[in-house]
């Protein structure tokens, strides 16, 4: 009979309230027991890191990869998501082989068929529907694939003791924030981040990355901004307007030009950067802004590309970058792959060249620095004196960079107006004087840089136990 009978509301909510709250209770007092008796050693045996039953070890990347892939397939389609897993395999089947050599061939002729036709119009084919950003998507998602795989392959290989799995591969690849726009991480640094099991942000990381983030917010208005009244990328298009130009303006608008895609990449990667920070990842930094560069040996847009390069063909074939011809084979097969990572046309293989022949140059005029009679020139020098012409040097060797790299960010007809004007019409007084300019800019640079050094030799002077 009694249970035929309906309680009050009210009564109810009280009796589920009680329980819950002893429930909650009983729950708080065994959580704060497990998590204090974590370390005991009675409990070593049963209790490790992780999750029961769905995996105790990398729950955290099983999550990033399977997110991504979604993600992937829901914006491309399922067939596109299908062709890059066909890619993810014969890397991974390769890199069994433990022949770097063959790995990094497989890559190669990868990405050349994401950029050479008739590969690249059949593999385009596999993404679902049309729609505006497919092609800037397909490029970035299916070139980036190929890096990540390749490095994958070849870390596989360095390191036979441990053998990463295809799934290894697949929670590298398919992570989001780095899927389509990178930057790439080679597969060591981000496997070894990821796997960590209780990741541990430092004291005031998490104010940094709010910091990053509001600073990556201030940037693209100041670049609306910035582009509201100065049409650095208008003017250029239009050669019979940009030859009236003073020859201060010319200069300005050039080097604007390398400042204006420092800055998309700065903001493109600060933003991703934040986004990975949060996932307790420490990603490759935003490229050095070019007004800081003058040397080519630091020139580059994308810090996680130049990394790769780097550490598996640069650095690989370069060694120690004292020799003058390991150092020319080395930066001709690193621009051969930049090339074909770029999309093969002749103002690419221009572009390769001319800064190929910058690095090189560099060497050589380090190489006659040294030199027995010029050495003893400058060591006659005082300290000041000698920093003086090293930074005559450097100004010339900022616009060297300027107008090599002004070639591919705009044209050469715009390169070849600018190179006019300040070298021939415009000598000797736009031409000194544009020096003397970036001369002074180089001096403040490399103030600050000693200054920073001199900052960090106390720290680790500090951080010496007594």
């Not at 309906?6 to 209770?25: D, I």
């Not at 008796?37 to 399977?66: C, D, N, T």
């Not at 001369?439 to 030799?457: D, I, P």
Request: with cysteine.
């Amino acid at each position: 009979m009694g249970i035929k009978t309906a309680l009050p509301t009210a009564e109810l909510g009280l009796y589920s309230l009680v329980l819950s709250g002893a429930l909650a209770y009983a729950g708080r007092g065994l959580l704060e027991a497990s998590q204090d008796g974590v370390h005991r050693k009675a409990f070593r045996e049963s209790v490790q890191p992780g999750w029961e039953y769905i995996g105790r070890k990398m729950l955290r990347s099983w999550v990033y990869a399977v997110y991504g892939a979604l993600a992937v397939m829901g914006t491309m389609g399922p067939w596109y998501l299908l062709l890059l897993l066909g890619h993810c395999v014969s890397h991974y089947v390769a890199s069994l082989l433990g022949q770097p050599w063959l790995c990094l061939g497989l890559g190669m002729a990868s990405l050349a068929s994401f950029k050479l036709d008739p590969l690249i119009s059949w593999q385009n084919g596999f993404v679902t529907g049309t729609f505006d950003l497919q092609e800037v998507l397909f490029q970035g998602g299916s070139g980036f694939t190929v890096l990540r795989c390749t490095s994958f392959a070849l870390e596989n290989c360095a390191h036979p003791d441990r053998r990463y799995s295809l799934v290894d591969l697949l929670k590298y690849n398919f992570y989001l924030p780095f899927f389509f726009f990178g930057p790439i991480m080679t597969f060591d640094r981000f496997h070894a981040q990821v796997s960590q099991v209780e990741p541990v942000r430092r004291e005031g990381e998490l104010w940094n990355i709010q910091a990053q983030a509001g600073l990556s917010v201030v940037s693209i208005v100041a670049v609306d901004i910035f582009f509201h009244f100065f049409y650095i990328l208008t003017i250029p298009s239009d050669l019979k307007f940009a030859s009236r130009l003073p020859d201060s303006a010319l200069a300005g608008l050039a080097y604007s030009n390398l400042v204006y895609d420092w800055v998309k990449a700065a903001v493109l990667f600060g933003v991703v950067n934040t986004v990975a920070r949060l996932d307790h990842l420490d990603p490759p930094q935003p490229p050095k802004c070019i007004t800081a560069l003058y040397v080519f040996a630091e020139t580059h847009f994308d810090r996680g590309i130049n990394d790769w390069l780097c550490k598996y063909v640069y650095d690989h074939i370069g060694g120690e970058h004292s020799a003058v011809i390991p150092e020319l084979v080395a930066t001709v097969a690193t621009f051969a792959v930049t090339t074909l990572w770029l999309g093969p046309c002749d103002i690419v293989y221009l572009w390769s060249i001319l800064n190929c022949f910058g690095l090189n140059f560099e060497l050589w005029v380090q190489k006659l620095a040294e030199w027995g009679p010029l050495a003893r020139i400058e060591a006659s020098l005082s300290e000041q004196m000698s920093r003086r012409v090293r930074a005559v040097f450097g100004a010339m060797n900022f616009w060297a960079i300027i107008m090599y790299n002004l070639v591919s960010l705009n044209s050469l007809e715009f390169t070849e107006l600018v190179a006019r004007r300040l070298l021939l019409t415009g000598f000797p007084q736009t031409t000194l004087a544009v020096l003397f300019v970036t001369y002074c800019g180089v001096q403040l640079v490399k103030e600050r840089e000693r200054t920073l050094a001199l900052e960090e030799e106390q720290k680790q002077d500090k951080e010496k136990p007594e």
